[in-house]
T-cell receptor, first 114, second 111 residues
Framework: GENVEQHPSTLSVQEGDSAVIKCTYSDSASNYFPWYKQELGKRPQLIID?????GEKKDQRIAVTLNKTAKHFSLHITETQPEDSAVYFC?????????????FGTGTRLQVFP | DGGITQSPKYLFRKEGQNVTLSCEQNLNHDAMYWYRQDPGQGLRLIYYSQIVNDFQKGDIAEGYSVSREKKESFPLTVTSAQKNPTAFYLC??????????FGAGTRLSVL
């Protein structure tokens, strides 16, 4: 079946450094790729997303890149701050005509040390 | 809170008991979802519904049941057939675009 692999499972960086989280997906028909941030005990919140007709999208310190040929997309956080510490999940839509269903990666726990 | 309300926040189940988790949304969204979250395993889809009176099984539906009698409500019942129910349960909704919005979750534990 379809799956999404996410790496690394944990990531520790110094405040001000950059962090990169990578995901690969299996369904070549996937065309929507969101990233969610989840703080401890809280709900996942969408931080950025990208669609298959775009190769890169940026929102302040956060950017996402997509390589459809390689079925690979990445989250880039620059100038990290302690409040960026959380678990980050990538996801990919299932099928090209139904973007309602998502498959999630297993998450990356990011720790930003002051 | 994004218009999606889950209750209760914490729930305890005794062996052999069925329990029901509530999910209500006031966003007028057609699609609603239930996910289970275990440590290190991300979010796994239990059931989803794209319209009232219709729902489909997700990847881990065994031991769970749902109903969708009203657009704004999508309750999840964890039955006694679910032998390992301890987890964080998240409800989400989608208004026809791509974005899924999540509720605050219910943490279910077994007594």
């Amino acid at each position: 079946g379809e799956n999404v692999e996410q790496h690394p499972s944990t990531l520790s960086v110094q405040e001000g450094d950059s962090a990169v989280i990578k995901c690969t997906y299996s369904d070549s028909a996937s065309n929507y790729f969101p990233w969610y941030k989840q703080e401890l005990g809280k709900r996942p919140q969408l931080i950025i997303d990208i669609r298959s007709n775009v190769g890169e999208k940026k929102d302040q310190r956060i950017a996402v890149t997509l390589n459809k040929t390689a079925k690979h997309f990445s989250l880039h956080i620059t100038e990290t701050q302690p409040e960026d510490s959380a678990v980050y999940f990538c996801a990919a839509s299932i099928g090209s005509y139904n973007t309602d269903k998502l498959i999630f990666g297993t998450g990356t726990r990011l720790q930003v040390f002051p | 809170d994004g218009g999606i309300t889950q209750s209760p926040k914490y729930l305890f189940r005794k062996e052999g008991q069925n329990v029901t988790l509530s999910c209500e949304q006031n966003l007028n969204h057609d699609a609603m979802y239930w996910y289970r979250q275990d440590p290190g395993q991300g979010l796994r889809l239990i059931y989803y519904s794209q319209i009232v009176n219709d729902f489909q099984k997700g990847d881990i539906a065994e031991g769970y049941s749902v109903s969708r009698e009203k657009k704004e409500s999508f309750p999840l019942t964890v039955t006694s057939a679910q032998k390992n129910p301890t987890a964080f349960y998240l409800c989400a909704s989608n208004g026809g675009g791509d974005i899924q919005y999540f509720g605050a979750g219910t943490r279910l534990s077994v007594l």
